[in-house]
């Protein structure tokens, strides 16, 4: 017999993150039904026994859980109110791990649950490394029975963390990224300053080492010093992130002066090079 109560898990998404995440509950056990724009990438999946699913709203059919690991609130929108509602059968339980913003997620709670679904935002804190091991911070709100009914399937993204209401996932995810993105804005200003004023990074590394910010400063300049680091978070993500970070400061009344130059930056360069890892920023800066 199953261990679990879910089995059947649709899920939406298999880019950077959602493929790993998807791997995982298969090797786990659970039915997997798959979706991806691009579906080459869905291949792997169903050689390991996923059923690729043609569309966002075939994709729904028959599943106890339906999961988005989307680029956006657009692509989540089109996904789920354009299409994955209609075939959804009722008591479906849709679960957002995309990064969005909290009054996306609230809204979304509520299109959901006005069709006799529920739905939690579930975004997450950590790379395709943390994906791969199974070792994602799972920043969750929604109602806290659902949590509890998929509480074994998040278990093996991650660790869950219940944070309380719909949009509460999305808002300490805004936090966290607000902290992570202008860190790497910042670090990487002042790694142009320092090639700037003809010193050597290590000579900085070495001064600001046992600093409490010298650990995230070794961190993430050995990340931006190689001329090529595999993307793993891209430039073009960052900048819809602060976007989203930004907007709901707007709502909140919450000035961010911080974020909005670091958007600035991030906007600029999503230009020219979207798909890089969010620490060569650098480039733009030389
Ligand atoms: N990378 C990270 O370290 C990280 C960490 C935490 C959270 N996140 C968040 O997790 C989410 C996924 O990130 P990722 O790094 O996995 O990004 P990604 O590799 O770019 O994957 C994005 C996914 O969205 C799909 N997509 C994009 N635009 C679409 C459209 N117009 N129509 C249909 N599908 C579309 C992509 O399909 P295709 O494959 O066809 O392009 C892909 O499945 C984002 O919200 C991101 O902010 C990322």
């Known amino acids: 017999m199953c261990r679990w109560f879910v089995v059947k898990v649709g ?3 298999l880019g950077v993150m959602g493929f790993p995440m998807a ?7 659970f039915q997997l039904k798959v979706y991806n724009r691009t579906v080459e990438k869905a291949l792997p999946l169903k050689e390991q026994g996923a059923v690729v699913a043609s569309s966002p709203g075939d994709l729904a ?12 609130a657009d692509v989540v929108e089109k996904f789920l109110i354009g299409e994955a509602f209609f075939k959804a059968r009722s008591g479906t339980i849709f679960i957002d791990m995309s990064t969005v913003y909290p009054d996306f997620s609230v809204k979304m709670a509520s299109e959901a649950e006005r069709r006799g679904f529920s739905f939690l935002d579930a975004p997450v ?12 911070k799972i920043l969750v709100g929604g109602r806290r029975e659902v949590y509890e009914r998929v509480l074994d399937l998040l278990r093996v993204m991650g660790e869950p963390l219940y944070l309380g209401a719909s949009g509460y996932g999305s808002r300490v995810k805004m ?13 990487a200003e002042a790694l142009a300053l320092t090639r700037s004023l003809g010193i050597k990074p290590e000579t900085i590394m070495d001064i600001m080492g046992k600093h409490p910010t010298g650990r995230a400063l070794e961190y993430y300049w050995n990340r931006m010093l190689p001329e090529k680091t595999r993307a793993k978070f891209y430039i073009e993500l960052a900048a819809k992130d602060l976007m989203y970070i930004v907007e709901t400061g707007v709502r909140n009344r919450q000035e961010l002066p ?3 130059s670091a958007l600035q930056t991030y906007t600029k360069a999503s230009k020219t090079i979207p798909r890089k890892d969010y620490t060569r920023i650098i480039e733009i800066l030389k």
């Open 61 to 72: 059919s028959d599943v106890d859980v339906y999961i988005t690991m989307l680029r956006d």
């Open 125 to 136: 804190l950590g790379n395709v490394d943390a994906a791969e091991r199974g070792e994602l």
């Open 258 to 260: 911080m974020a909005s």
């Open 11 to 13: 899920f939406a998404g």
């Open 175 to 187: 936090i966290v990224n607000h902290i992570l993105i202008t860190t790497v804005s910042n670090l």
């Open 23 to 29: 791997r995982r509950l298969l090797e786990a056990g």
